[in-house]
């Protein structure tokens, strides 16, 4: 049964002291912001026939079904879903008039029945290129619940290419697309749409995504501020083109090291990165780091939750014992390995010692299995692609590229001379790299702040390819271009030990988006969030969670700069006996 939702005026904000509640780390410095109207729900009134109803520029939906409630998978996980509407399409097709191809930017929505009025534009990851179900990740890894189990109407694209491979940087238009116009067509329309099926536009839109979906979100919350109330930046990759290049640079460092040659194939013969250092290697390095840097906040729970205080004690030359001279059984480093590490962890320079991107932290889930994956694989299989046609200006061949490996592209990487064609134009490629994947002052979001909006961030501190120690560096900033009251609208959680944007020796299930929406709508400011471990009986089991901690054990997440500390007392299993100081 259906009914249709009477049509409500646009909300408008509340603007009254007595409603913006000024939260117990708040204070008088925090000048106050709107609060805005909280969401109305609606019913859908329109599904199999919004093709012939909606108007929508430069769209065609090549499909609408209603899905009946139940199971959806996703990523092997099933999940029940409520009864939605489903619309798959496309916008603004076109002929690229430099690579002859065929470009759109291909969505997908799900629109459910019993609505809470509300738009999530879900961000993807990676160099994007199909539309991921849209469900709404609402953070961490693999959480309990979706937007689109909450009831917001859901849409997930492509972001304006459908294939993997990164040659769609070729075209210009493509590239803009992912860097930010994507969002811009697509919301819009996305819109427009919501209207027609329930008859009324969503009263409160948010933005999220992680990795690359975190830097689209950060980037929303720049570039089109006025057509969202909240966003949900995980493990923002909002440098990524810098980010990518550093990966080329670990590759040589692991490679000064690497004591075996790969054995076959088309790099035969050349270093092998993962004899560098070994996964026992690692994991001596993640318990040296615990070691120094576990009881700092108070309690050994292998959890080191003042990673900054880390930073400061943590010497890897002094901190792990060094092999003799041809030793290594996994209790000791080399000299070598000692130094390539302290590089890795002190970030890419070029060759006046000039960094290139960011440090990164020490913290025990440097031995977490997405750590390697990040620097030993996809450090060959992602990243030289995405250098060569995306991140640079004028992109590579196919037949150039495919000419060598992605472990010889990386060997023969010359930082000083590609560096600056992240920052270049020509003719053709009109907008550099830099400017399409960033946003434009990214210290400025005083259109969000000004109207209401909330910005909530969150980064594993053992992330291995975007640094939470760039992301500290950017929100810090962001507070002193806010005179230090940032606070009162931009909220960063690190996540102890998660790896990029899940995994590791972490409690990474999470919900950010619920505390995001009571913040935006209720003016209830996030202090902490609630994260579990994903231990045994868990909906997709963590195995990084280690033996010594209760499966489902529970820590808050805390607003940047407190962290969690142990309260002296009570069951240190449970995020009750700690708190964000
Ligand atoms: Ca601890």
Not at 73 to 99: F, I, Q, W
Not at 467 to 482: H, I, P, R, V, Y
Request: hydrophobic share 40%; glycine share 12%.
């Amino acid at each position: 049964m259906r009914k249709k939702h009477p049509n409500t005026l646009a909300v408008v904000a509340l603007v009254s002291g007595a409603a913006t509640a000024l939260t117990a780390c708040g204070g008088s410095d925090e000048p106050t912001l709107p609060t805005l109207a909280a969401a109305t729900p609606g019913m859908l009134v329109s599904c199999t026939d919004l093709g012939t109803k909606a108007v929508l520029a430069g769209t065609t939906l090549t499909s609408t079904t209603l899905v009946a409630s139940g199971g959806l998978t996703v990523d092997g996980v099933t999940s029940a879903m409520p009864e939605h509407c489903l619309v798959k399409g496309e916008m603004n097709r076109r002929t690229s008039a430099v690579d002859g191809k065929s470009y759109a930017i291909g969505f997908e929505m799900r629109l459910p029945t019993a609505w809470n009025g509300r738009y999530f534009y879900q961000a993807n990851g990676g160099i994007d290129g199909s539309v991921v179900t849209a469900t709404g990740p609402v953070g961490g890894g693999a959480p309990t619940t979706n937007a689109l189990q909450m009831g917001f109407a859901v849409l997930s694209s492509d972001a304006g290419h459908n294939i993997g491979a990164p040659w769609w940087g070729i075209d210009p238009q493509a590239r803009l697309d992912y860097g930010y116009q994507a969002v811009g067509s697509l919301t819009p329309m996305a819109k427009n749409l919501i209207k027609t099926a329930y008859g009324k536009a969503p009263d409160r839109s948010y933005l999220g995504g992680c990795s690359n979906g975190g830097r689209h979100a950060l980037v929303g919350a720049a570039r089109y501020a006025d057509q969202y109330d909240g966003i949900l930046a995980g493990a923002p990759g909002f440098h990524l083109p810098k980010a990518a290049m550093a990966q080329m640079w670990k590759v040589q460092q692991y490679a000064s090291i690497a004591t075996s040659t790969v054995a076959t194939g088309a790099d035969a013969g050349q270093p092998d990165i993962t004899s560098a250092v070994t996964p026992d290697e690692f994991k001596l390095l993640g318990s040296k780091i615990a070691a120094k840097c576990d009881a700092l906040d108070g309690l050994g729970d292998g959890i080191v939750s003042d990673v900054k205080a880390c930073q400061a004690v943590f010497n890897v030359n002094t901190d792990v014992p060094t092999c003799a001279e041809g030793t290594r059984d996994g209790t000791c480093l080399s000299q070598p390995q000692k130094t390539v590490l302290a590089n890795i962890f002190a970030g890419a320079k070029n060759s006046k010692g000039e960094p290139i991107y960011a440090s990164f932290y020490a913290d025990p889930g440097v031995a977490g299995a997405n750590h390697m994956l990040w620097h030993y694989g996809n450090s060959l299989t992602r990243d030289p692609g995405a250098l060569a046609f995306i991140f640079t200006s004028p992109p590579s061949t196919q037949a150039a590229f495919l000419a060598t490996t992605g472990l010889k592209y990386a060997l023969g990487y010359d930082i000083d001379t590609s560096y600056p064609k992240m920052f270049a134009t020509d003719a053709v490629y009109t907008t550099a790299p830099w400017t399409f994947m960033t946003p434009p002052n990214e210290t400025d979001l005083s259109a969000l702040k000004g109207r209401g909006g909330k910005l909530m961030v969150y980064h594993g501190t053992a992330d291995p390819i975007f640094s939470a120690a760039d992301t500290t560096k950017w929100f810090e900033a962001l507070q002193t271009a806010n005179g230090g009251s940032s606070a009162n609208f931009a909220r960063y959680f690190m996540v102890p030990g998660m790896n990029h944007c899940s995994g590791g020796p972490a409690t990474d299930q999470f919900d950010m988006l619920t505390n995001l929406v009571n913040w935006v709508e209720k003016g209830q400011a996030p202090e902490q969030i609630t994260a579990n471990a994903r231990g045994t009986g868990a909906n997709v089991v963590n195995t990084e969670v280690p033996a010594t901690w209760s499966a489902n054990r529970a820590r808050p997440l805390c607003a940047y700069p407190k962290v969690a500390r142990y309260k002296g007392a009570g069951d240190i299993e449970s995020a009750a006996s700690f708190s964000c100081q």
